[in-house]
């Protein structure tokens, strides 16, 4: 099978071929199949890396190689009935949770709070304004953190984020709401008035 | 609660304070205060602009064919099952000249050794010798007593001199020599016993 047809396949059906390898005739092409699903999702899976792991993008490089590495571990937990990006997706999560206890990234029980320096001019505050918004973000619970970058920083709807969290959307929608409340309690000291010049909302 | 939360989410999410209608507004402002509310949208809104630095993965590198035995990771209870394999095979393959397991007992004492070849065990008790083969040292140890009977009870040849096993031997202390009857004098049953004169005078 050539590599435009496995273009043409879906994730899951490409996940499949990977399992599928129980003989060194298919070894070969399990082996296509994960590389094309790593050029599908090496990318997508780099940048949540990177915004989950304060940014080190070193770090973030071996968690894309280790994952695809978990993944031929694991390849028989995956349920071709459910989608690839979910599970994909949650063994990343999961990942970040491990390193947040080995390497003690938890949130500070006193968040830092950030005091704007300049208040007449708007240009600046709301450069401090986004440095504290990705301050509080790194400083966010596991938990919060996780639906937080899915939602708006990845870009998942609120299913999707159901789906790779393992959770119910009325408990996403809950964690989204205290994530967004522990973050503005840290940015308090900016007036909301502000919004309607400098920020819209999608 | 989570109703509660999750119906706040979604208005912070779609609607400013001033699209709520008065429901909405009323049950917003039961929850949290209208500037939370103004701030929350404002961060939101500026979570969606924020920057991330862009980089581009790396190639995938795979683990080439099969990982050498050394390499391989493997469980816990595997190598300790090994570990005692090894120890056993050890103890019962491997003999040194001259060891010796000394089982002493009292009554009759017994030297029990391990001799060169394995599986063979030399019982010694006096000057008598006598080896056998065992399934494993470990069988010396847990059956010193079955062992002796062995020795003693299925031997053939016995010794000229040797008491039997069946004799109990009185230990020897100062009460065997202490007498414990009485004198003549004493003994009031002599009297029953005819006078030695008497056997004088008979004719």
Redesign the interface.
């Known amino acids: 099978m050539g590599k435009y047809s496995q273009i043409q396949q879906s994730d899951e059906e490409l996940m499949v071929q990977v399992m599928g390898h129980q003989s060194p005739s298919s070894a070969k092409q399990a082996?296509l199949a994960?590389?094309e699903l790593?050029a599908r999702y090496?990318?997508k899976?780099?940048?949540y890396f990177?915004?989950m792991l304060n940014?080190d993008?070193a770090l973030?490089?071996d968690f894309?190689?280790e994952l695809?590495?978990k993944i031929?571990e694991k390849k028989h937990l995956f349920d071709p009935e459910k989608k690839f990006y979910s599970w994909v997706f949650a063994i990343a999560s999961n990942m970040c949770k491990t390193a947040y206890r080995h390497h003690g990234k938890t949130i500070s029980l006193n968040p830092e709070v950030v005091q704007p320096t300049a208040l007449d001019d708007s240009s600046l505050e709301k450069k401090e304004?986004?440095a504290a918004?990705?301050k509080s973000?790194e400083n966010l619970e596991h938990y919060h953190k996780t639906v937080?970058v899915l939602r708006?920083?990845e870009h998942f709807s609120l299913n999707e984020i159901a789906e790779i969290t393992e959770s119910s959307?009325?408990?996403v929608?809950?964690r989204?709401?205290?994530a967004?409340?522990k973050?503005?309690e840290s940015?308090?000291h900016?007036d909301?008035?502000?919004?309607t010049a400098l920020?819209?909302?999608? | 609660m989570?109703?509660h939360?999750?119906r706040?989410?979604?208005l912070?999410?779609s609607k400013?304070f001033e699209e709520l209608d008065s429901e909405e507004r009323s049950f917003v402002l039961s929850e949290i205060s209208e500037?939370?509310y103004?701030?929350?949208?404002?961060?939101?809104?500026?979570?969606?602009?924020?920057q991330?630095?862009?980089?581009?993965?790396?190639p995938?590198?795979?683990?080439k064919g099969n990982k050498p035995v050394l390499a391989r990771s493997v469980p816990l209870y595997q190598v300790l099952i090994g570990a005692a394999c090894l120890l056993i095979g050890f103890f019962v393959f491997s003999s040194k000249q001259g060891s010796s397991i000394d089982i002493r007992f009292l009554e009759n004492p017994l030297q029990v050794s391990l001799t060169n070849t394995p599986g063979e065990v030399k019982v010694i008790h006096d000057t008598i010798v006598e080896k056998l083969n065992l399934r494993s040292p470990i069988q010396v140890v847990r059956d010193t007593i079955t062992l002796v009977q062995t020795v003693f009870v299925n031997r053939n040849e016995t010794r000229m001199l040797e008491a039997s096993t069946a004799l109990n031997s009185i230990p020897l202390d100062k009460n065997l020599l202490e007498t414990k009857t009485l004198s003549a004098k004493e003994d009031g049953s002599m009297r029953f016993l005819p006078m030695l004169n008497d056997f004088g005078s008979m004719k």
Request: hydrophobic share 45%; net charge negative.
């Open positions: 082996e994960l590389v790593h090496s990318k899976l780099l940048g990177i915004k940014k993008v973030a490089q894309v190689q695809f590495l031929m304004f986004i918004l990705h973000i937080f708006y920083l959307l009325g408990t929608k809950s989204l709401f205290y967004t409340k973050i503005t940015l308090r900016y909301p008035s502000f919004e920020f819209k909302l999608n | 989570e109703d939360m999750s706040l989410f979604d912070i999410e400013s500037e939370e103004r701030l929350q949208r404002k961060v939101l809104a500026s979570a969606e602009e924020l991330f630095e862009e980089a581009e993965p790396l995938l590198v795979l683990p």
